[in-house]
């Protein structure tokens, strides 16, 4: 009897592109489900999971990222690559070395980059003083923290 494993070769580029391998697998949706499925397991790597199962596959890149960010009442609210939408939590704001933002998202589990669109629509709420960057919301300025080189 074979042996079963949550291995897989399923992948996902560092631009948001899922492959079997090397193969793309171009079913749009087939891939909202991974980006909605995408979680860290009790191990630390990365896996699909939905309510019957889970199993193990490789991220390059940030597992989540920020399509849209949109100023409210709340704060920004951040339309993000899985289709959640979320509030942002200003404390959890990151830069790296090339100027990308990141954030935690769902609940500080996992790091979201924001896509050059998102980052665009921080317009309104970016600046810089003699500090440095910051967003500002609801009258206060939030900083951004150095981004470290783990995506989790």
């Not at 191990?43 to 889970?54: A, E, K, P, Q, T």
């Not at 050059?116 to 910051?134: I, Q, R, T, V």
Request: proline share 4%; glycine share 10%.
């Amino acid at each position: 009897m074979r042996e079963l494993s949550r291995e897989t070769r399923i992948r996902r580029d560092r631009y948001g592109r899922w492959f079997d391998g090397d193969d793309p697998l171009d079913q749009p949706a087939i891939e909202r489900a991974f980006d909605r499925w995408l979680d860290l397991a009790e191990d630390g790597r990365y896996c699909l999971r939905n309510s019957v199962n889970w199993a193990y596959v490789s991220i390059e890149g940030p597992p989540i990222f920020v399509r849209q960010a949109v100023s409210s009442n709340q704060g920004l609210e951040l339309l993000l690559s899985d289709g959640r939408l979320e509030r942002l939590d200003p404390a959890t704001l990151e830069l790296d070395q090339s100027g990308a933002i990141y954030c935690r998202v769902r609940g500080g589990k996992l790091r979201a980059r924001f896509d050059h669109g998102a980052a665009m629509s921080l317009g309104e709420c970016a600046g810089e003083d003699e500090a440095g960057p910051y967003v500002a919301l609801a009258g206060a300025r939030y900083r951004f923290s150095l981004a470290s080189d783990s995506d989790h």
